[in-house]
């Protein structure tokens, strides 16, 4: 059965710190692993990976993709009270269909 | 202006009930989706439609059933609702779905409580 693991399920730091946010999957036909961030409502799309090795950058937060090894890391630097959300990794197949992880909670403290 | 949305925010309601959510999306896209998030924050697909064809049916109880009138539009009728069916339930679509890669758009989310 496909499935997606995210890892730690909860996290709590200071603003500043920097964080690593691990995601590992076992799906068929894997074409697309995705990071979203959910806050109070709807997730929103931060990043699309579909080639191993190639990182994908914005502002502070990375994230890459290792296709051997079958697992992705968002990082977060210099975190602020705003990066604190649902983080979720998320595989799509060739079926279309997206399979989520658990979700990292991570709070920063001021 | 907002890209996918669904109504009702918050729908409280008795056991037994049926109820439907509806879901607009202005994107143009061709795929929409339905998706369960339970208290454990765990987001499940349900449903996905592609221009108004079901293309996932997940394993749902039939009490859930989709209804596609345009592939603008997603809702979601739900019979006989049991204190299980608590949760938020989240729409969302994609440019073409199926086997492409790309992302999904999420809607607001609606809150269901069933007491």
């Known amino acids: 059965e496909d499935k997606v693991v995210q890892s730690p399920l909860s996290l709590v730091v200071h603003e500043g710190d920097t964080v690593t946010l691990n995601c590992s999957y076992e799906?068929?036909?894997?074409?697309?692993l995705l990071w979203y961030k959910q806050e109070k409502k709807a997730p929103t799309f931060l990043f699309m990976l579909?080639?191993?090795?190639i990182e994908k950058k914005s502002g502070r937060l990375s994230s890459i993709l290792d296709k051997k090894e079958l697992f992705s890391i968002l990082n977060i630097t210099a975190t602020q009270t705003g990066d604190s959300a649902v983080y979720l990794c998320?595989?799509?197949?060739?079926?279309?269909?997206?399979?989520f992880g658990q979700g990292t909670t991570l709070q920063v403290k001021p | 202006d907002t890209a996918v949305s669904q109504t009702p925010k918050y729908l409280v309601t008795q056991m037994g009930n049926d109820k439907s959510i509806k879901c607009e999306q202005n994107?143009?896209?061709?795929?929409m989706y339905w998706y369960k998030q339970d208290s454990k924050k765990f987001l499940k697909i349900m449903f996905s439609y592609n221009n108004k064809e079901l293309i996932i049916n997940e394993t749902v109880p039939n009490r859930f059933s989709p209804k596609s009138p345009d592939k603008a539009h997603l809702n979601l009728h739900i019979n006989s609702l049991e204190l299980g069916d608590s949760a938020v339930y989240f729409c969302?679509?994609?440019?073409?779905?199926?086997?492409?890669?790309?992302?999904?758009?999420f809607g607001p989310g609606t809150r269901l409580l069933v007491l």
């Open positions: 969302a679509s994609s440019p073409s779905g199926g086997r492409a890669q790309e992302t999904q758009y």
């Open positions: 799906v068929t036909n894997f074409r697309s």
């Open positions: 998320a595989v799509g197949s060739n079926t279309g269909k997206l399979i």
């Open positions: 994107l143009g896209h061709d795929t």
């Open positions: 579909t080639s191993s090795g």
